[in-house]
Nanobody, 123 residues
Framework: VQLQASGGGLVQAGDSLRLSCAAP????????ISWFRQAPGKEREFVAGISWNVGETSYAYYVKGRFTISRDKAKNTAYLQMNSLTPEDTAVYYC?????????????????WGQGTLVTVSS
């Protein structure tokens, strides 16, 4: 599964952004899509995930309550709505997919990756 991420940009603290992750048509129903991020000099970390079929979601504690992941099956697209952004959210954001349906927080188990999209939050 090839993924296409978009929507990054430069915003100020407190602003919002919505990232998109386009999946090919006929994305397997037992698929999970997650967002990861990687800041300069840091490890890639889990942000949020969603199971494609049932829409179950999972969030990292540092974004819970501020970020919302969703998917539009008709458009084969997953979204990450990011509100109340802080400079600590500055990173390259990646969407990733894996078969099996369950959301995993370990990036190594994901088999499909989109190109990264840069999010920069200024103070």
């Amino acid at each position: 599964v090839q993924l296409q991420a978009s929507g990054g940009g430069l915003v100020q603290a407190g602003d919002s952004l919505r990232l998109s992750c386009a999946a090919p048509a006929r994305t397997p129903v037992n698929h999970a899509i997650s967002w990861f991020r990687q800041a300069p000099g840091k490890e890639r970390e889990f942000v949020a995930g969603i199971s494609w079929n049932v829409g179950e979601t999972s969030y990292a504690y540092y974004v819970k309550g501020r970020f919302t992941i969703s998917r539009d099956k008709a458009k084969n697209t997953a979204y990450l709505q990011m509100n109340s952004l802080t400079p600590e959210d500055t990173a390259v954001y990646y969407c990733a997919g894996r078969y099996g349906g369950s959301i995993q927080t370990t990036h190594s188990v994901y088999t499909s990756w989109g190109q990264g999209t840069l999010v920069t939050v200024s103070s």
